[in-house]
Structure formats: structure tokens, C-alpha cells
């Protein structure tokens, strides 16, 4: 272990973006630990205003800010997100960590992080020991991003606020970032998203959306939408949509209202309606970048076939089946949580 009180130092994060404080917890961890693992959550999100950068820009921030001797010792993993599983995705995360280790079953520590109020439970990661972080003060990534998402640069010709709380290679990788479709398309996104926020800030009480999606599946293929507006403008999701609270006399009779409306899909509804296998409320509370969103999805099994002939209809710019391999493989291709959905319910045996 090089004198140090640790094999692995482990480190958490979604690093949205690498900025000082991670760049600190970095450095505190190549000073206790031999090895330092740095695993970058939520890899495999679809961009949005919230996960800006893909796992892999995100590794390359943290890295371009080590030094070559201290680039030897440092290891990164990437960890995508199991909103519902918990205990899948601390197996996942101990396992790589595992693999990694030079001495096996040498002690690990898992370093907070200040400010991050994501951070995972400490108790999901057994035997590690754990050390919180000192406060630092730094701003939220959250702040950081905004700003850097506004398009508002210091008019006087100085550095953009935002740019203070980054190390110096995040800066100049994030400068370039933002001549990017992406970045146009998430800056879009963010301004819809403030917008829509705003509407609901005078409201005596928080708000609390209730939507409703449905997952249909046939043959080893789901169907599914492609977004046309923001937010998620361009990304696949799930047909469905908010509850109407004068012509849905149910959480089932609104899903397959939003089915119909959304894909057009030529299956009479007394046969969704019987087909329906499974359902749940899915209620993370970051699952939807709109505000706190709880939807109710239905699981529909038709019976092997031809698939139905869709059309995307209201405001989904296409309709179309998609194997369902492809999407638990690629979550980054869908909306919010909808690959979340779509894993838990088919994973949910059929009654």
C-alpha cells in the first residue's frame, strides 16, 4: 500500500461537471490510498440539462486534471443508474471496485464529497470504511451548470462565473464544448425548463405532477415514441403523458388514452385493456427535470404476431417498435427514467 492507510481510496460521483471540490477529494484520496477508483455515476444517461456530459467526457475532465505520476494510481469506472435497485447497483459498484483492487481484500475507504447531495449511502458499500467530506464552500453543481448553460458571459471580457469552481482543463474542455449542438440543443432545454418551473412557483403548496406511460411489448420488441418537443426533444420514451383529471376515470383508463393518442396503434382497446400484466408507480424524486413527477406505467403483453401498425400522433414526432435488447443496453437513448421503467416492469414476473 506505498506506507498509505488504504489499498483504494473509492470516490463517487456524477461530476456534472469535475470541478474543485472533486478535484480536492482526488487529491485526499491519492494521499490515503495506493489506488484511487474513481467511479462516475449515472454513465449511460441520455444528455439533458441535468447530465450534460457523457461518462466518458466526464472521465476526461477528472483525468486531464492529474499529473502522470498521479495518473498511474487513479482508475475510472463508469456506473450507470438503477433508480429502483439499489442493491443492483451497489453489487455492480463493489464488484468493479473488487476487480480493480492490487491487493485483494486490502482495506478500502469511500471518500465524500462535499456539497453533493446525491451522494450514495455509505451503507450500501460493507466492509469500506467511510469519510465524509469537510465543507467546502463551493457552489452547487447544479448553480454551475445553470450558469454555464444561460450563455451568459461576463461582459467586461473576464472569466465566466462559473469558470472560478473548475479546474483549468475543465475550463478549456467546457469553452469548447459550448460551440456543440449538444450544448445549443441542453442551453434550449434549460431555458424551457426555467420557464416551466417558473409557471408553477406562486402555487400555495408544491406542486406534485401525476402522468402515466405505458410499456407494451410483443415479439421481444417495445413500443415506443420520439420525442418532438423539450425537454428530451429527439430522445425515445414511452407513450404516455399527464393524467387527465376530467377524462381518465383511472390511472389504467389514462395510459391507454395516452397509448392511443400518441401512437395511433391499431389494437382495439378491449384488447390492451385485458392485456395489461403488470403495473407500479414509479416516484424518484429526480426522475423528471420538469419537478417532483410520480407516473403510474402499465405493462401490456400482446400476443406473438405481426406487430401492430403506429403512427405517432399528438405530440410525438414518430411512432416505432424497438427490439427490447437494444434498449436495456442502451439506456442513453431514452428519456428521464423511462429504460428504468421499462427494466423493472419486464423484470416483474407475468401474472
Known sequence: MHGREYCQAVIIGRFQPFHNGHRFALERGLAEAGQVVVVIGSAQRPRSSRDPWT????????G?????????????????????????????VRGKVADLAPEPGGPVVLLGLAGDTAAPDPGLCPPWAFKPA??????????????????RDDRSGGPPPWAAALPLPVQDCLRRWAATPDYRNLAEEARYLAGYRARWA?????????????????????????????PGRGLLALPGGF?????????????LRELREET????????????????????????????????????????????????????????LWVPLAQV????????EDHADIILSLTRQRRR
Do not use: N
Open 202 to 230: 406562486g402555487t400555495p403548496f408544491p406542486v406534485v405532477f401525476s402522468t402515466v406511460d405505458a410499456v407494451v411489448l410483443q415479439s421481444g420488441q417495445v413500443l415506443l415514441v420520439r420525442r418532438g418537443a423539450q
Open 243 to 255: 393524467l387527465d383529471p376530467a377524462a381518465d376515470r383511472s390511472l389504467r383508463a389514462g395510459a
Open 55 to 62: 461518462a466518458a467526457e466526464r472521465e476526461a475532465m477528472a
Open 134 to 151: 469537510p465543507k467546502l464552500p463551493l457552489p452547487a453543481a447544479a448553480d454551475l451548470r445553470a450558469g454555464y448553460l444561460s450563455d
Open 64 to 92: 486531464g486534471c492529474l499529473a502522470g505520476t498521479d495518473r498511474a494510481r487513479v482508475r475510472f469506472v463508469h456506473q450507470r443508474d438503477y433508480l429502483y435497485d439499489d442493491d443492483l447497483w451497489a453489487a455492480e
Open 264 to 319: 395511433e396503434i391499431q389494437v382495439p382497446e378491449a384488447v390492451l385493456a385485458r392485456s395489461i400484466t403488470a403495473e407500479r408507480a414509479f416516484d424518484h424524486p429526480e426522475r423528471s427535470l420538469r419537478g417532483r413527477t410520480i407516473t403510474h406505467a402499465v405493462r401490456i403483453d400482446l400476443e406473438p404476431g405481426p406487430l401492430p401498425a403506429v403512427r405517432g400522433g399528438d405530440d410525438a414526432r414518430q411512432a
Open 328 to 335: 436495456l443496453e442502451h439506456p442513453e437513448e431514452l428519456f
